[in-house]
């Protein structure tokens, strides 16, 4: 009967789109020494959440008493690429490009669980909020290896795709985990991280990769941080774009990720004039939404700070006047990095938050720094 159920499920993951599919036995996982140690290492960051309850990520059995496999899944998300050079416009990370993949993977992994249920087994979907380390997981039930960059790699997909999971208290065959790493003597995903975040071969700092700080993050960006974002705006693909894997990428079938109007590359100064009903609906459904609107806006600044285009102070000096602190704060930066001093000394005996008026002090020296 669970071969049966297995070959069934198998089955039905390709009918609803999954590139692949892949069953491990609930056991000890390899690495979660490692991810405990990642953690007392602070590399985690503010995500909280990553350092709740380790335990329960690797025993599925805390999530669905009884769990005896996880089946994984993986389904590509990669659209050819659309290149602009131009530092006026924002780069945002291509998974973020279409809709939010939460809810489509869910829908999929709902109608999969169907089949378990079907037949008598319990199940819980995991899409990738859920307390699960799926890239262990994925590893161990044969869908890839676990780059230097940390992100999951095949050979036929690279690593443009999103995982998700199946917690069942079926019992059923399992496949071979994926024994053998293939990134050989490469490094250039660590050469290349703008920020230095891949400080060892497979060890992350989240406190310096890009799409944390663009996404995860609530405070103000690190000053030393700031001008090597460039005009990355929500995430950032550098190590996945450097990586040779990914020539092996194929283009995704599924529609809604590929990219809405606007979103592959946006004027800056145009999102940076977002009001928050208006950040609300041009991201409706979006992953986007996960940065918050002055999360995002603060993001725009940097990368406006950075673009050396003199056109967007007028709307930075609006922006300084934000009734978001932390828009102003990152305001003050891009301003004194475009070596415009005026609005700064206008705006500092009235600023009102002392962490804005720092902020206007450093961009100021940063200014008379350029040459004012």
Same mark, same amino acid.
């Given at each position: 009967?669970?071969?049966?159920?297995?070959?069934?499920? #198998?089955?039905?993951?390709?009918?609803?789109?999954?590139?692949?599919?892949?069953?491990?036995?609930?056991?000890?996982?390899?690495?979660?020494?490692?991810?405990?140690?990642?953690?007392?290492?602070?590399?985690?960051?503010?995500?909280?959440?990553?350092?709740?309850?380790?335990? #329960?990520?690797?025993?599925? *059995?805390?999530?669905? @008493?009884?769990?005896?496999?996880?089946?994984?899944?993986?389904?590509?998300?990669?659209?050819? @690429?659309?290149?602009? !050079?131009?530092? &006026?416009?924002?780069?945002?990370?291509?998974?973020?490009?279409?809709?939010?993949?939460?809810?489509?993977?869910?829908?999929?992994?709902?109608?999969? #669980?169907?089949?378990?249920?079907?037949?008598?087994?319990?199940?819980?979907?995991?899409?990738?909020? *859920?307390?699960?380390?799926?890239?262990?997981?994925?590893?161990?039930?044969?869908?890839?290896?676990?780059?230097?960059? %940390?992100?999951?790699?095949?050979?036929?997909?690279?690593?443009?795709?999103?995982?998700?999971?199946?917690?069942?208290?079926?019992?059923? @065959?399992?496949?071979?985990?994926?024994?053998?790493?293939?990134?050989?003597?490469?490094?250039?995903?660590?050469?290349?991280?703008? %920020?230095?975040?891949?400080?060892?071969?497979?060890?992350?700092? *989240?406190? #310096?990769?890009?799409?944390?700080?663009?996404?995860?993050? &609530?405070?103000?960006?690190?000053?030393?941080?700031?001008?090597?974002?460039?005009?990355?705006?929500?995430?950032?693909?550098?190590?996945?774009?450097?990586?040779?894997?990914? &020539?092996?990428?194929?283009?995704?079938?599924?529609?809604?990720?590929?990219?809405?109007?606007?979103?592959?590359?946006?004027?800056?100064?145009?999102?940076?004039?977002?009001?928050?009903?208006?950040?609300?609906?041009?991201?409706?459904?979006?992953?986007?939404?996960?940065?918050?609107?002055?999360?995002?806006? &603060?993001?725009?600044?940097?990368?406006?700070?950075?673009?050396?285009?003199?056109?967007?102070?007028?709307?930075?000096?609006?922006?300084?006047?934000?009734?978001?602190?932390?828009?102003?704060?990152?305001?003050?930066?891009?301003?004194?990095?475009?070596?415009?001093? !005026?609005?700064?000394?206008?705006?500092?005996?009235?600023?009102?938050?002392?962490?804005?008026? !720092?902020?206007?002090?450093?961009?100021?020296?940063?200014?008379?720094?350029?040459?004012?």
């Amino acid at each position: 009967m669970v071969q049966g159920l297995a070959s069934e499920v #198998r089955a039905r993951a390709r009918e609803l789109g999954f590139d692949k599919v892949g069953i491990a036995a609930v056991q000890d996982l390899d690495r979660v020494d490692f991810y405990r140690e990642w953690l007392k290492l602070g590399y985690h960051g503010e995500m909280a959440y990553m350092a709740g309850d380790p335990d #329960r990520r690797s025993e599925p *059995s805390r999530i669905l @008493p009884g769990a005896r496999s996880v089946i994984c899944v993986a389904k590509t998300y990669f659209t050819p @690429p659309e290149t602009n !050079e131009d530092p &006026r416009t924002g780069r945002i990370s291509r998974y973020a490009w279409g809709e939010d993949y939460h809810e489509v993977l869910h829908s999929k992994l709902t109608a999969l #669980r169907d089949v378990l249920e079907s037949r008598g087994a319990r199940a819980k979907v995991c899409v990738d909020t *859920s307390a699960v380390l799926e890239k262990l997981w994925a590893r161990q039930a044969g869908l890839g290896w676990q780059g230097k960059h %940390t992100n999951l790699l095949a050979r036929d997909l690279g690593s443009w795709f999103f995982l998700g999971e199946i917690l069942t208290d079926a019992e059923l @065959p399992s496949d071979a985990p994926h024994a053998k790493d293939h990134c050989g003597t490469c490094t250039r995903c660590i050469d290349l991280c703008p %920020t230095g975040a891949i400080v060892a071969p497979y060890v992350l700092d *989240s406190r #310096r990769c890009i799409s944390y700080l663009t996404i995860e993050h &609530r405070g103000p960006i690190p000053r030393e941080l700031r001008p090597r974002m460039g005009n990355l705006i929500f995430g950032c693909d550098i190590c996945q774009d450097v990586c040779p894997w990914n &020539r092996f990428a194929k283009t995704t079938p599924e529609a809604a990720f590929f990219p809405r109007s606007g979103n592959v590359t946006p004027s800056l100064v145009e999102l940076l004039r977002l009001t928050r009903e208006g950040f609300r609906e041009r991201f409706r459904g979006s992953p986007i939404r996960r940065a918050k609107y002055a999360g995002f806006l &603060r993001n725009v600044c940097v990368a406006l700070g950075n673009s050396g285009d003199p056109a967007a102070i007028p709307e930075l000096e609006r922006a300084l006047v934000h009734e978001e602190p932390l828009i102003r704060m990152h305001a003050a930066w891009a301003l004194g990095r475009l070596g415009a001093p !005026e609005p700064l000394r206008h705006r500092k005996d009235g600023e009102p938050d002392p962490a804005v008026r !720092e902020e206007i002090d450093a961009a100021l020296a940063e200014s008379r720094g350029a040459g004012q």
